[in-house]
């Protein structure tokens, strides 16, 4: 038996098949059925009906075979763009992608390399042309990956911010001349086309007759074979794989009018559509170059930012001797000198210097902020005044410009549920499309045959679904693009639909309602160790954690004191070793749990033990952020619960709630306790939006619906976040929270309208009513309002709003 989709032999006893038309067809591996089902759930069942060949295999083209793209598989070359996924050996890296137009290109390329053994994941990020692959290098090779893009008719190659703008550069300076060169012959074609319109019977000769139809003949060559080129090349790139772009029905209409007014200029008989043809080439293109436009100004800010870090930089040695090196051959620990006007370039501690830095590219905050000595700095940021000397701690791919990058990518690697549902409907429009286009042909053959060509045009151009396709993935750029440039950065694209609809945000307390920045501000030996001893213990074990508190006991380390086997329970502690004995670092009942001591006062208290043996108290203090009261009055002014979940004492959160005026909140809660108050609220059917920053918030932040870390979270904690702020600002939630309600509102309205105008425009071009001009005029207007009404995105304000203050309800811890 041969395979029902690629014609190979089946092997014996082969488990895979599909089954179509009442009847089972046999498949020859997991691969062809992966394909199949997804062609035939896809509405394309038809592909297997009509086809008259079996597709070329991959291995017989050559552009198909990873000898040509050998090159990538070399590991010195993928160090610059392949980056680990996860834990179990697979990896990921984004390309740029040259040929996609529409929806119908991401689903094929998706399916097609999910298809293929070894790659674990793909996703096609429709707005900037690039798709995000997973793979497992000991099954398959990134060669065979670009090798199969390139089958397919999709050329790509690994994604770098210089080359991809050098690359949109290219492409809209030949939007330019294929447009102007379409405006021209529109506009000339229109000119001898409206004498004949307008001239009543016999007021032109034959003669000039003829010569118009020869001149607008010749003006509309170019137009067609140079204007519309992409769409013929897409169009039979659409119809060789068996997924129908919107492509297919605009060369339908182009070249049939064509080739139709071309057959009535040579043998002077039937109508001409010179002038349909330019106009619709035109308006087309004028569509989408605006769409391009839109596209690339919202990339931009991620291109820039992908270009942060500087080339080269200024490394120190151990004399203060300068030496320039590239940048990415950092290393962390290695001593950099950052002069005022240079750029940050890697991230670092400050070792000596003060200066303002312009950190507005990450942030969104464009006012310069203070860096002192032992100030984290970022790279990619602008030092302002006075030279710097910086620790590289993370350098290169690690460095957090570059990360923040790679999470952009993670959130355009899968796509909102609304932008599913659009891009299927806009796929399966096209089939239909055609179908109807088909009877209205034939029932206008029976009804007058002199009109079928001008109403199969009208029908083929007025509801081409350029709209259906734009609506959602324009609106979703903008929205991102808007969110970015306010500080917040969306890691996965889900989290914008599901801003929309939260109905409860929970704050953790330190280092999210508060500022992070701890101080010691009391000690109390309990033994016979002295103030310094006890804070010398408990600052080396803080040297293993990234949590705000850690912060509070680095002015106390002593180098001759190192913890090794440190542990940190998430909600309770630190313990290790100190010289060989064991010590504790945190709550009272973690820290000495078969006596635990009571708290001396008031407040925030850490409890240091040896051998569960009480030794230290340390007092503990923290700011709240100066726009937490703004940010919770606003939530509440939105129509959303806010609650405080926190691992602090009940005294201290009581305190900060009351303050606040957070009616729900709970005390000594620990990640499970968290979690399971998350889960009991999701199943009584809330949406629930999760801040925090710590580890101890990651397994909450693992269960929200949305969670969002702070931009001083540890690096774990914005891994698991569906959204990271760039920006200090609390406020920004709120901002948030309004943008993505606008986005959804007008992916709403982009939708309806689309269909709207579909369904109304078929009908009467169906009938006959309009024309092809006409029809030309109404599916470009169509798409024009489409992006115009994403692009007031980027015009948005947003004013949190101030509710007035409630009485305090406290809900016992």
Partial sequence: MSCYHCGNPVPSGAPWQITLDDTIHPLCCPGCQAVAHAIVDGGLASYYRFRTEMPERPNERPTAQAE?????????????????????????????????????????????????????????????????????????????????????????????????????????????????????????????????????????????????????????????????????????????????????????????????????????????????????????????????????????????????????????????????????????????????????????????????????????????????????????????????????????????????????????????????????????FVLRLLFVTVGVAAAWWFIDPSRVLWVTLSVLVVTCPCALALATPTALTAGHGQLRRRGVLITRANALETLSQATRVIFDKTGTLTTGRMHLTGTRCLGERSEHEVRALAAALEAHSEHPIARAFRPFRDATLRASDVINRPGAGLEGCIEGRSYRLGTPAFAAPTDTPAAPGEGQWLLLSLDAQPLAWFALSDHVREDADATVQALKASGLTVELLSGDTSTAVEALAERLGIETWQAGASPEDKLARLKALQEAGETVIMVGDGINDVPVLGGADVAVAMNGATDLARTSADAVLLSPRLLRIVEAIEISRATRRIIRQNLTWSLCYNFTALPLAALGIVPPWVAALGMSASSLVVVGNALRLGRLRTSPRQAPPSPVHVEPA
């Fill in 68 to 428: 040509t793209w050998a090159v990538f598989d070399d590991p010195g070359l993928q160090r610059a763009f392949v980056h680990a996924e996860g834990d179990d050996g697979h990896v990921h890296a984004t390309l740029a992608v040259d040929g996609i137009t529409c929806a119908a290109c991401a689903w094929l390329i998706e399916h097609h390399l999910n298809a293929l053994d070894g790659v674990v994941s793909s996703a096609v990020n429709l707005t900037h042309h690039r798709v995000r692959v997973a793979w497992d290098p000991e099954r398959i090779a990134l060669s065979r990956i670009l090798a199969e893009m390139s089958a397919i008719g999709y050329t790509a190659q690994p994604y770098e911010p210089d080359q991809a703008q050098q690359r949109l550069q290219r492409e809209e300076r030949m939007s330019v001349r294929r447009l102007i060169v379409a405006a021209v012959g529109m506009m000339q074609v229109m000119m001898f086309s409206i004498p004949i319109y307008v001239a009543g019977p016999g007021e032109i000769s034959a003669d000039f007759h003829a010569l118009f139809h020869w001149l607008s003949f010749a003006l509309s060559t170019p137009v067609v074979f140079f204007s519309a080129l992409p769409f013929f090349r897409n169009a039979i790139r659409d119809v060789r794989t068996g997924v129908l772009g919107m492509d297919v029905p605009v060369s339908l209409a182009i070249g049939g009018a064509y080739l139709a007014s071309g057959y009535a200029v040579i043998f002077n008989t039937g109508e001409v559509y010179f002038d349909s043809v330019a106009m619709f080439t035109f308006f087309l293109l004028f569509g989408r170059y605006v769409e391009m436009r839109a596209r690339r100004r919202s990339g931009h800010t991620g291109n820039a930012m992908s270009g942060a870090l500087p080339m080269s930089a200024v490394r120190l040695n151990d004399t203060d001797e300068e030496r320039i090196l590239p940048a990415n051959q950092l290393v962390p620990g290695d001593r950099v000198l950052v002069k005022p006007g240079h750029s940050v370039p890697a991230d670092g501690v400050i070792e000596d210097g003060e200066s303002s830095l312009d950190e507005s590219m990450l942030t969104g905050e464009y006012l310069p902020v203070t860096r002192r000595i032992g100030d984290r700095v970022t790279g990619g940021s602008q030092n302002v005044e006075s030279p710097l000397v910086v620790r590289v701690t993370h350098a290169g791919n690690e460095a957090r410009v570059t990360r923040i990058v790679d999470l952009t990518d993670r959130a355009f690697a899968s796509r909102p549920k609304i932008a599913q549902m659009a891009s299927r409907m806009a796929h399966l």
